[in-house]
């Protein structure tokens, strides 16, 4: 008798199961939070001290989300290339990959700043 669930994957342990759930959501979170943080980085921070402050606090807090995102990949041993669906595995390592520049270019430019 199988032990396969209703979305196809063994059973096996709630760790796998945990990896198998995150491996299914984690692209369009990786790619919504790219998308939130590139339209909200491009707007002009506001020159009130208060505003700025505000403004700057949730760049970081949406960069520290992309870090998350990219540490819950790597958890889950994402991208695996023992995935049967490639092309999902190929999309999720080029956003991985963007995510990973993403955060380069805004950790040089805080350097710079700072």
Same mark, same amino acid.
């Given at each position: 008798?199988? @032990? ?16 198998? @759930? ?28 208060? $505003? ?14 992309? $870090? ?13 290339? $023992?995935?049967? @669906?490639? *092309? ?12 990973? @520049?993403?955060?380069?270019?805004? *950790?040089?430019?805080? $350097?710079?700043?700072?």
């Amino acid at each position: 008798m199988s @032990d396969t669930t209703k979305s196809g994957v063994n059973s096996g342990t709630i760790e796998d199961k945990t990896k198998h @759930d995150i491996a299914v959501f984690l692209p369009d979170a990786i790619a919504q939070a790219l998308k939130s943080y590139y339209r909200f980085s491009q707007q002009a921070a506001p020159e009130e001290a208060k $505003e700025f402050s505000a403004h700057h606090n949730a760049c970081k807090v949406a960069i520290a989300h992309i $870090e998350l995102l990219i540490k819950l990949a790597r958890w889950a041993d994402l991208p695996n290339p $023992e995935d049967a @669906d490639q *092309n999902q595995q190929v999309i999720l390592a080029a956003m991985m990959e963007q995510a990973k @520049d993403e955060l380069a270019r805004y *950790n040089q430019q805080h $350097e710079k700043q700072s």
